[in-house]
């Protein structure tokens, strides 16, 4: 069991990358779970009409179990890069299919800023922030067009969701970042003052 524990332990040089590396890969392990179950009650209640579903749900969790595995060994940052990009596109591809009303994805999108701003930091959390902004309004504006021709639009697409959006998402990216910050400032600077390595 000991054997097991330390095989399972993040790999990292400080208690900051370790901590984030237990982030990345928990985050990862849980939305495998999430998705395991999802698939498995659409099963049991005769939901799933498609077994490309399930065969996307499989190649998806050898995904995420792939980038926990690369946190585990150290790959912290990059880890962390590829599951909120992941994340990312998967919310943006539900949004332009099914628009921000029919389907919760567009409020979802708070999950990768709010994960990049924990595992990366304030500054990837606000290009997480602006590229989601970017990508509702673009989204928005295609709609409107027709463009995407499966979604259902309204009006309110362009002059309430797409703004509100974006500031709902730079909030969380400053108020989640800016605290991920100060608080790892903190951490290294009581760190120093114990080990004696501030300057005097």
Same mark, same amino acid.
């Given at each position: 069991?000991? /054997? ?17 590396? @237990? ?9 495998? @779970?999430?998705?395991?179950?999802? $698939? ?13 579903? $399930? ?19 150290? /790959? ?7 599951? %909120? $990009? ?17 389907? $919760? ?16 930091? @304030? ?15 673009? +989204? ?7 463009? @995407? ?38 951490? %290294?600077?009581?760190?120093? +003052?114990?080990? %004696?390595?501030?300057?005097?």
């Amino acid at each position: 069991m000991n /054997k097991l524990i330390a095989w399972l332990a993040p790999r990292a040089n400080s208690p900051v990358q370790r901590v984030r590396a @237990l982030l990345v890969m928990l985050f990862a392990l849980g939305i495998f @779970l999430a998705l395991f179950a999802l $698939i498995l009650y659409w099963v049991l209640t005769g939901a799933l009409d498609s077994l490309i579903t $399930i065969l996307a749900g499989l190649v998806f969790g050898l995904i995420l179990l792939s980038i926990a595995r690369l946190a585990q060994v150290g /790959k912290v940052d990059l880890s962390a890069w590829l599951l %909120g $990009i992941l994340l990312s596109v998967i919310i943006f591809l539900d949004v332009a299919q099914y628009g921000f009303t029919e389907s $919760i994805a567009a409020s979802a999108y708070a999950l990768p800023v709010v994960f990049s701003a924990l595992a990366l930091g @304030l500054a990837p959390a606000l290009l997480f922030a602006f590229l989601g902004g970017v990508v509702m309004w673009v +989204l928005a504006f295609a709609m409107s067009q027709g463009w @995407l021709a499966n979604s259902f639009y309204h009006e309110s697409f362009l002059s309430f969701h797409a703004p509100a959006l974006t500031l709902y998402y730079f909030l969380l990216a400053l108020l989640v970042g800016g605290w991920n910050r100060a608080l790892t400032q903190l951490l %290294g600077r009581e760190r120093s +003052l114990f080990t %004696g390595d501030l300057p005097r």
